[in-house]
Nanobody, 116 residues
Framework: QVQLVEAGGGLVQPGGSLRLSCVASGFTFSNAAMEWYRQAPGKERELVASLSTGGGSTYYPSSMTGRFIISRDNAKNTLYLQMNSLNTDDTAVYYC?????????WGQGTQVTVSS
C-alpha cells in the first residue's frame, strides 16, 4: 500500500522558518520524482518545488526561489521542504506528491499557518 505522510507543519510568525518532511512507503522511493504542492483556502493547488529521482535536478516557481529548498534522503525514504522567510501568503496546506511510472501518489497534507 502506497503511503506518503507529511509532518512538520504548524504555526510560525512572519519571517520564520519551518522544515516539512514526507515519509514514503509502499513503493520504491528512489525511483520516484517528488514534488511539494500547496493549497490555500479558496485557491487552486500550486506547485512549490520539484526534485528528480537522484536529487540532482530541482525546480522552483519564481515566487519560491531563494526561500524554499527541496531535498530528499533516499536511504530514509523521506522528502523535505525547508521553508525560510515565511510570510502570510505562504499559509496553506502543503502536500507531497510522488510520481512513478506515470502514477501520482499524494499525501494527506500538513497545515502551515504564518501569522503574528
Amino acid at each position: 500500500q502506497v503511503q506518503l505522510v507529511e509532518a512538520g507543519g504548524g504555526l510560525v510568525q512572519p519571517g520564520g522558518s519551518l522544515r516539512l518532511s514526507c515519509v514514503a512507503s509502499g513503493f520504491t522511493f528512489s525511483n520516484a520524482a517528488m514534488e511539494w504542492y500547496r493549497q490555500a483556502p479558496g485557491k487552486e493547488r500550486e506547485l512549490v518545488a520539484s526534485l528528480s529521482t537522484g536529487g540532482g535536478s530541482t525546480y522552483y516557481p519564481s515566487s519560491m526561489t531563494g526561500r524554499f529548498i527541496i531535498s530528499r534522503d533516499n536511504a530514509k525514504n523521506t522528502l523535505y521542504l525547508q521553508m525560510n522567510s515565511l510570510n502570510t501568503d505562504d499559509t496553506a496546506v502543503y502536500y507531497c506528491k510522488g510520481k512513478l511510472l506515470g502514477v501520482d501518489y499524494w499525501g494527506q497534507g500538513t497545515q502551515v499557518t504564518v501569522s503574528s
